[in-house]
């Protein structure tokens, strides 16, 4: 449903109003994954012209029932834009459906088209678009296996590092530890097992493979070296297979997130959407309509996860290296962590600022303020105490637990996405392309 365009400028004007222009770069992109002045709008002209420009691209596009959405519930109080936009998109009201709900309407259109291809107009149509879906399956596929991938490292990466260091260290004289040690051995020796179960999804094309498999079998060996290291009770041996492990959780998780964002990107569900109207006006059947309407949710939701990802991912690799500085201490500890403090801690309050109402941002700010806190009163260089660590290790634990949700979230959408592959690839097939 488009916007209509006698609601254009009234809905610009609520727009100006009641939204203050620093959060509608927020909006796009916690709704579609792109920024305002990146996609929608272009800069240096007065706000109601931007929100008109915005609202035209935003119509255009298909997703305005999910931007109008969200200024809804993040202004509820602002009840002229609250009629403005009932007006303009009653659906924006309505609570958007899971991905798996979308992927079903997606998966039923296509269902529709397949019982069609005797019609020569829907097999035309098709296989002119044939080598863009052939493009779509395999991208489809390749994101579920990086997105699997980047989640066996991120679980494996849920144990700190200097915990497990610690443990290593008392390897000899303590047999907990050893029982501790052998836990996370056996929760790495099945990430690599399914791991490369994971790459068999991949292109076959052997550089692609190959460059996955070279981590995992890394990764494999210093599990073994780990695992008889804890048998011989042997510290060093103990200490010098998690270094092995260290780096390849260093390296591996941000190129893997890499590929993710990539292929998600790279993804040409926009063609499949050209193909679904296509066919919508050549048929007339509803269901294909449906289809189309539920991909132009899909798309912009599965940009805004990856970009969310992308985000947290680069906050969880700095709070790795303030990990480090705990590790290493010295007296340039608090100096060096309150440099990169300030950095990550702008990070997550981007993420604050894009989700406001949201339950997790209260209890991340709390944290974030008690950091702050504690760090302020480390007056002695190196010599931080432990109300000071236990308020970064509760920080750090909620925001971890809240990059899990957000990477579960992801998986979950990319996996339901990954259902569109079949049945789209079963038409290719009977089209012989």
Known sequence: MTIPGEMMEPLSIQ??????LADLNGIMLK???????????????PYRETAMELLERVSQRGVERIVLGDMLARYPMASDLAAAIDKACPDAKLTIPAASQQVAAV?????????????PTVRDDLIRSGVQLRLIVETINSLDAYKNLHERLHQLQAKQYWVLNDAAKKLPTSPEQARELRAYRDQLRSACLLARGDVLKLPEAPVVRATEMDWIDGLDAAGAQFHAAIDQRDADQARSALKKIRRIMVSAPPRLNSMIVTNAKELPLVDLARTLLELAEATGAAEIKAALQSLDLIIPTIRANVVEHREWQDADVRIGELDQLFEHGGADLIEDFTSDWIEL?????DQIARDPAADWTKDMQGYIDKVDDDLASQTVLGNSDSDFQDAFAAFRGEAQYHFLTVDSKLKSNCSALTQVSAPLNTILVELGL
């Open 15 to 20: 727009i100006a109003k009641a939204v203050p």
């Open 31 to 45: 709704t579609t994954g792109e920024g305002l002045y990146e996609s929608w709008a272009g800069q240096g002209k």
């Open 107 to 119: 998966l039923t259109g296509l269902a529709a088209i397949k019982a069609r291809l005797n019609d």
């Open 345 to 349: 801690k702008a990070m997550v309050q």
